[in-house]
Nanobody, 122 residues
Framework: QVQLVESGGGLVQAGASLRLSCAAS????????TGWFRQTPGKEREFVAV????????RYADSVKGRFTISRDNAENTVYLQMDNLKPEDTAVYYC???????????????WGQGTQVTVSS
């Protein structure tokens, strides 16, 4: 199975930037389509962004378009989420997740990381 580990979360002020990283290991193929999701207590897990295996295709939630950028470095087996102009409503635990296809990573990923906390103060 694929193991995913997120890092890069923290406490920042509104308007600041963070870059989250998702490092993959133990995979059975060279690369997987990978998404970012976020969740707060009592709320359903929310889709944030997804990137295809090769990195050419991306998709974003409307709430983060123009502020967040997903990218990947396949040589490093790492997917990134660059978050700019952070808002208090972005506060959540952020998870990365991988799937065997772009659509699977978007809708029903099979592998999840442990999450990293992002807190944005007003």
């Amino acid at each position: 199975q694929v193991q995913l580990v997120e890092s890069g979360g923290g406490l920042v002020q509104a308007g600041a930037s963070l870059r989250l990283s998702c490092a993959a290991s133990g995979r059975t193929k060279s690369n997987y389509a990978t998404g970012w999701f976020r969740q707060t207590p009592g709320k359903e897990r929310e889709f944030v962004a997804v990137i295809s295996e090769g990195g050419a295709a991306t998709r974003y939630a409307d709430s983060v378009k123009g502020r967040f950028t997903i990218s990947r470095d396949n040589a490093e087996n790492t997917v990134y989420l660059q978050m700019d102009n952070l808002k208090p409503e972005d506060t959540a635990v952020y998870y990365c997740a991988a799937g065997d296809s772009f659509e699977r990573a978007f809708r029903a990923p099979g592998y999840w990381g442990q999450g990293t906390q992002v807190t944005v103060s007003s």
